[in-house]
């Protein structure tokens, strides 16, 4: 099964989120984007792939340890851009604004803790950041930049970050939809 690592969002900045999404779909609303459905935000701290049936139990027990070792983090989520820039996103983002280097720390364990189970590093720096819509052409992306560029310290919210969820993701046309498996508490 499809798997990943993330930290979930309130509901008071998903919501945030989601008038942001129906504010750049309003500025361009022929843009050739998927929206994620703000039911599916979270902050992805370590991606796995495929994680075969029998290899479950083993991830859940790395991911327990790391977070036992881990305090909870104060997290702030403001502004907007997208990967690999914004004029030639592919993907664009809300970022964290506060608590990225404790972030930071806990991806790092995370990933430490997960290679001996066959799940490489990213080569790519962490970046933490929710995921609200991909782009599948540049149709439109030009006034969604424009619409970002016009309001880039937009604040969606703080909260504090108690636990780590383990994710099932089951790939749809609409979109992918998450399923909780495991919820793992930070210490502290």
Do not use: N
């Not at 703000?38 to 790395?62: I, N, R």
């Not at 809300?94 to 790092?108: C, E, F, K, N």
């Not at 993701?169 to 992918?176: I, K, N, V």
Request: aromatic share 6%.
């Amino acid at each position: 099964m499809r798997c990943f690592v993330a930290i979930d969002l309130p509901d008071d900045v998903r919501a945030a989120l989601a008038r942001t999404q129906t504010s750049l779909r309003r500025a361009a609303p022929r843009a050739d984007l998927r929206w994620v459905d703000p039911a599916g935000l979270h902050v992805t701290l370590k991606f796995l792939g495929e994680v075969p049936d029998d290899g479950l139990s083993p991830v859940a027990d790395a991911v327990r340890t790391t977070t036992a070792s881990h305090t909870s983090i104060s997290l702030g989520l403001t502004g907007l851009g997208g990967f690999p820039s914004l004029r030639r996103a592919r993907v664009l983002w809300a970022g964290l604004a506060t608590g990225l280097a404790a972030l930071g720390r806990l991806a790092a364990a995370l990933e430490q803790a997960l290679e001996p189970l066959g799940f490489p590093p990213e080569s790519r720096p962490f970046r933490g950041h929710v995921t609200i819509a991909r782009v599948r052409s540049p149709r439109g992306l030009g006034r969604i930049a424009a619409a970002i560029e016009a309001a880039p310290d937009t604040a969606f919210g703080d909260w504090t970050a108690a636990d780590v969820i383990l994710y099932r993701s089951r790939l749809r046309p609409t979109g992918a939809v998450y399923e909780p498996l495991a919820t793992f508490p930070l210490a502290g």
